[in-house]
């Protein structure tokens, strides 16, 4: 017999024959609902417009954004530029990522579509990252109170 702690608490009596994993999701989301600015950098330098949409959910490696327009498709890198406080001290988070997914909603209020886009971030700054890590740790404290 033997005792584990990792992902959680449990104990083998006998070991199994075949063990199957798989990866879900490398971290845990977080909802938030942070305005944001994107940009797709794929459009043609004259197409210089940038969408507003927000921020759904958040983690180490990506977010959710959610927009009333198409902002690009799968494979397509944006711009994403929010605003958000940690410590109470306000900073801009501007970072870049890849669409991974794309999927249309009906809003249930209005019947628009509403657009959300999977984004794995690329090539994150460490200033960003410690941005990222105090924001998100204290979104998980204050989702615990």
């Given at each position: 017999?033997?005792?584990?702690?990792?992902?959680?608490?449990?104990?083998?009596?006998?070991?199994?024959?075949?063990?199957?994993?798989?990866?879900?999701?490398?971290?845990?989301?977080?909802?938030?609902?942070?305005?944001?600015?994107?940009?797709?950098?794929?459009?043609?330098?004259?197409?210089?417009?940038?969408?507003?949409?927000?921020?759904?959910?958040?983690?180490?490696?990506?977010?959710?954004?959610?927009?009333?327009?198409?902002?690009?498709?799968?494979?397509?890198?944006?711009?994403?530029?929010?605003?958000?406080?940690?410590?109470?001290?306000?900073?801009?988070?501007?970072v870049s990522g890849v669409i991974r997914n794309?999927k249309a909603e009906k809003d249930p209020v209005t019947s628009e579509?509403?657009?959300?886009?999977?984004?794995?971030?690329?090539?994150?700054?460490?200033?960003?990252?410690?941005?990222?890590?105090?924001?998100?740790?204290?979104?998980?404290?204050?989702?615990?109170?």
């Amino acid at each position: 017999m033997q005792v584990c702690n990792y992902p959680y608490h449990y104990f083998h009596v006998k070991y199994p024959k075949d063990i199957v994993s798989s990866v879900v999701r490398k971290e845990a989301r977080v909802d938030v609902a942070l305005k944001s600015t994107i940009k797709n950098t794929k459009k043609s330098r004259e197409d210089d417009s940038s969408i507003v949409g927000f921020v759904n959910d958040l983690n180490l490696s990506g977010c959710c954004l959610k927009a009333s327009d198409v902002i690009g498709n799968p494979g397509d890198t944006v711009r994403v530029t929010t605003r958000m406080s940690v410590a109470g001290v306000e900073d801009f988070l501007e970072v870049s990522g890849v669409i991974r997914n794309v999927k249309a909603e009906k809003d249930p209020v209005t019947s628009e579509l509403i657009y959300f886009h999977g984004v794995e971030f690329a090539d994150l700054q460490r200033s960003h990252s410690l941005l990222l890590h105090g924001y998100l740790f204290e979104q998980v404290i204050n989702e615990k109170r």
